[in-house]
């Protein structure tokens, strides 16, 4: 009878990580799409170049494949899935994405005044890294905290940020930008991760609800 208990349990940490990688997947889609979109038709500026995209995904393969190991809570009753709540906080999180994107791009452009190239590495770290932080707040549905994430998910993150971090700092294979613009980037990200993370958590409580 263990063994049944166990394949269930085991089932039913499989379907939340199936359930936190489609809503990441969903958001990252909306985060990065309609920002590339948006600034191409309205501003008629690309704001990452061809090569970024080529970086941003493969810098993604890791992080999301060791979603498959992450720690999960899993249901004391049986699971199915809930597209209006998958899609609501999905299509939240990403409209929030592209506004913090918006927001960067106005703070590269008119505050600090910098060159094209500069610019889009300053964007393609940007997408980088609070795309990576979005995996940390679409694992849970409280704060991004309350579940430990797994070793393997975590330095997957941490390393393929470190190594997003150096290629634009240093200039390899993208234009150079220094250490103070990257640790623009960071705190700018990271205000805003735990800002939206806040948000998130009472936008869940107030689908529940309904």
């Known amino acids: 009878i263990s063994v049944l208990i166990d394949s269930i349990k085991e089932s039913r940490k499989i379907f939340q990580r199936m359930n936190n990688y489609s809503i990441y997947r969903i958001t990252e889609t909306i985060r990065v799409l309609f920002f590339i979109t948006l600034s191409i038709l309205i501003f008629q500026f690309y704001p990452i170049t061809a090569l970024m995209i080529v970086l941003l995904a493969l810098l993604n ?35 929030l994405g592209v506004i913090e994107s918006f927001f960067v791009l106005y703070l590269g452009i008119d505050i600090l005044k910098l060159s094209i190239p500069v610019l889009q590495s300053f964007i393609y770290l940007k997408l980088s890294v609070a795309g990576h932080l979005t995996v940390f707040m679409a694992r849970t549905k409280g704060h ?37 613009l990257a ?16 948000i998130k958590v009472r936008f869940y409580n107030f689908l529940n609800k309904e």
């Open 61 to 95: 393969d890791a992080p999301i494949m060791s979603i498959a190991y992450d720690n999960v809570k899993y249901s004391s009753k049986p699971e199915r899935w809930n597209l209006r709540i998958i899609l609501f906080i999905a299509t939240f999180l990403g409209i």
């Open 183 to 198: 640790g623009v980037i960071w705190a700018e990200a990271l205000t805003v991760f735990f800002i939206i993370d806040a």
């Open 144 to 180: 991004f905290w309350e579940i430990k994430p797994a070793p393997q998910l975590f330095i997957a993150i941490v390393g393929t940020q470190l190594i997003a971090t150096l290629i634009t700092v240093y200039g390899i294979l993208l234009p150079a930008m220094g250490w103070f």
